[in-house]
């Protein structure tokens, strides 16, 4: 019901920085909450950041102070402005949304988007 489309992928150098977009589309009433997960070669799916309806973020301890989650309740998009990134911020990057049907919470993902780090 609810589709997903990442944008800003890519291949940067050691220090550098990207911006990593999420527009949510189709059934997208009562969206309380969106964010990106990644997931490494060889490594468990892990959070990275999330953003709240009321603002309300969350970042992993890894990446706090570098990347920065804000998003557009209005249009229902996401970003993550990534910088000083690091070898090891290397994977595919999923952009999730979460929202209340009824009385029943649903999650969605988008198709991952990689990004690459090199030293």
């Known amino acids: 019901q609810v589709q997903l489309v990442e944008s800003g992928g890519g291949l940067v150098q050691a220090g550098g920085s990207l911006r990593l977009s999420c527009a949510a589309s189709?059934?997208?009433?009562?969206?309380?909450?969106m964010g990106w997960y990644r997931q490494a070669r060889g490594k468990e799916r892990e959070l990275v950041a999330k953003i709240t309806s009321g603002s309300i973020t969350v970042y992993a301890e890894s990446v706090k102070g570098r990347f920065t989650i804000s998003g557009d309740n209005a249009k229902n998009t996401v970003t993550l402005q990534m910088n000083s990134l690091k070898p090891e911020d290397t994977a595919v990057y999923y952009c999730?949304?979460?929202?209340?049907?009824?009385?029943?919470?649903?999650?969605?993902w988008g198709q991952g988007t990689q990004v690459t780090v090199s030293s």
């Open positions: 189709g059934s997208i009433f009562k969206i309380i909450v």
């Open positions: 999730n949304a979460g929202r209340i049907d009824r009385d029943t919470y649903r999650e969605y």
